[in-house]
């Protein structure tokens, strides 16, 4: 069983900055980045490998995100740049045990976290 939790939502202008936190216990998966905002479908925002050698993000944050990952922390980070209102949406980090190349369809993954808020005022 894996468990995930997210930490680093909050309020922030417009073209402000947050870094998201996702540990996770367990052995290294391939991990990403979902968002969910009211009335939305969640969607994809970026996954990284295992080993962090490959990643990939949506058009809508290309550029202004990165996903990263530390193994000998079980942590994986989402560093949003340039914020923008229409990020605003809640941010769940999930785990994908099968490993082989990154999905961006949320039903791949077997485990998620619970949530976190992220706010962008403008």
């Known amino acids: 069983q894996v468990q995930l939790v997210e930490s680093g939502g909050g309020l922030v202008q417009a073209g402000g900055s947050l870094r998201l936190s996702c540990a996770a216990s367990?052995?290294?998966?391939?991990m990403a980045w979902f968002r969910q905002a009211p009335g939305k479908e969640r969607e994809f925002v970026a996954a990284i490998s295992g080993y962090g050698s490959s990643t990939y993000y949506a058009d809508s944050v290309k550029g202004r995100f990165t996903i990263s990952r530390d193994n000998a922390k079980n942590t994986v980070y989402l560093q949003m740049n340039s914020l923008k209102p229409e990020d605003t949406a809640v941010y769940y980090c999930?785990?994908?045990?099968?490993?082989?190349?990154?999905?961006?369809?949320?039903?791949?993954?077997?485990?998620w976290g619970q949530g976190t808020q992220v706010t962008v005022s403008s």
């Open positions: 999930a785990a994908d045990p099968t490993g082989g190349p990154l999905h961006t369809a949320w039903r791949i993954y077997n485990y």
């Open positions: 367990g052995r290294t998966y391939n």
